[in-house]
């Protein structure tokens, strides 16, 4: 029920309940949510709390799959009518459960309501740089023309007639494809192989120059970016009612036995798609979900696939550089490498120190996580994962304070 940056869904079914491929399972009210829908057909065998890739338990609805993947009624493609209306179609975006599918898992309707009459560039982020990750690489190969369809519905809600799809330029087929099949209403734009290029600060700067500035959203500067699966999911959601069941994922890292691309229903247990990989070569030392730079430890492959899972990645000990001691050497390097200018040595050292008036004034809320100033660090330090720690509590003290102001409001009022 926790698919997505937002509130979680409620179930709408019980325990015993027969579901179809696509019915509703759980939703909310709450406007930054997404509904979610069956992955498969069969009975409901269970309705409670269940392990969730970022670790923590999360009530979930666990379906007996039948194999029959009967399709719900609700199942059914959209009247070309339904595409002139921004209204409409935002709602047939939500009720198809679509979020950000790049991992930011931001609910599509909501953002597209939040940038009408905003935005007036409209970018689609196919530059996957992170290494070993090729999901999006492999859906603009094997279905540009859908792609493209859901590209151009996305232009036109928000009034506009062009778009601009930024790709690595170290994926030249799919720049050759779909430079080929795209009219004049979709522009490709090759970018230069760097990481995080995908980052969407970096994307909109590389694709137009404008600066998204420090705290504030793409659509402070016009723009709105989504991702290649999620334009494709759009694409089936309008033109086949086919609502966020199944995501491609890449299977890989040197532990994997035949790394692949899946197509894997939302739910699927990490340790079935790793077995529909072939297996492991030997026990991974560590399994990620996303990409080596940003990816989720995992710790129990029982967890599943969620609508975030654009990889999942095992790893041997030969890929493992953490040292029992790490050290700050001042070398700067750390500094050299963050796209986003910070100083990521003292953001370091003042998270160790708890310093949350010195972290905010670092800009620590700045970092993308891209993990660059980890990869790079001679000592070793786990600086990325620190300033994940460092935004956590700086959250925590915000609405510990924010608590604080509304109770002694409440006493004023008293008085
Ligand atoms: S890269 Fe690592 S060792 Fe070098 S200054 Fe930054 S934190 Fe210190
Ligand atoms: S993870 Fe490191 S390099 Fe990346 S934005 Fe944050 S501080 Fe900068």
Not at 229 to 256: C, H, K, L, N, Q
């Amino acid at each position: 029920m926790s698919l997505h940056i937002g509130a979680p869904c409620t179930p709408t079914v019980t325990v015993g309940e027969t579901v179809s491929l696509g019915q509703v399972i759980g939703d909310s009210k709450a406007p930054i949510s997404a509904p979610i829908h069956a992955s498969v057909s069969g009975k409901v065998v269970a309705v409670e709390p269940r392990l969730h890739p970022n670790g923590s338990k999360v009530m979930s609805v666990v379906i007996e799959n039948d194999g029959l993947d009967t399709l719900h009624e609700s199942v059914v493609p959209h009247d070309k009518e339904d595409l002139t209306d921004p209204e409409v179609l935002t709602g047939i975006i939500r009720r198809a459960g679509i979020v950000g599918m790049g991992g930011a898992t931001f609910p599509t309707a909501f953002k597209i309501s939040s940038g009408l009459n905003k935005v007036d560039t409209v970018i689609i982020n196919a530059a996957e740089c992170e290494p070993y990750i090729t999901s999006d690489h492999r859906t603009m190969l094997e279905h540009p023309d859908e792609l493209l369809e859901g590209i151009r519905i996305l232009t036109k809600v928000f009034g506009l007639s062009v778009a601009h799809v930024g790709i690595e330029k170290n994926k030249p087929d799919a720049i050759d494809l779909l430079s080929k099949k795209c009219g004049d209403d979709i522009k490709i734009v090759p970018l230069p192989t760097r990481y995080p290029q995908g980052a969407e600060k970096q994307l909109i700067q590389s694709i137009t120059g404008r600066q998204v500035p420090p705290g504030g959203l793409p659509a402070d500067v016009g723009c709105v970016v989504f991702n290649v699966f999620t334009a494709y999911s759009v694409y089936r959601a309008v033109y086949e009612g086919m609502p966020v069941i199944e995501r491609v994922v890449t299977v890989a890292g040197d532990s994997v036995n035949t790394p692949s691309n899946f197509i894997c229903r939302i739910g699927t247990p990490l340790e079935y798609v790793f077995e529909a990989a072939g297996g492991f070569k030997a026990a991974p030392r560590k399994v990620l979900m996303g990409g080596p730079m940003m990816g989720v430890a995992q710790f129990d492959l029982s967890a599943p696939v969620i609508k975030a899972t654009n990889a999942i990645l095992a790893f041997s000990g030969k890929e493992d550089k953490s040292v029992k001691n790490p050290t700050c050497i001042r070398c700067g390097k750390c500094s050299e490498v963050c796209p986003m200018c910070l100083v990521p040595m003292y953001m370091y050292m003042y998270e160790r120190k708890s310093d949350l008036v010195s972290l905010e004034r670092l800009h620590v809320t700045d970092c993308i996580e891209c993990g660059a100033c980890t990869y790079v660090c001679p000592g070793r330090l786990h600086l990325t994962q620190s300033f994940r720690t460092a935004k956590e509590k700086l959250r925590a003290e915000k609405a510990k304070k924010q608590a604080a102001a509304e109770k002694a409001e409440k006493e004023v009022q008293k008085v």
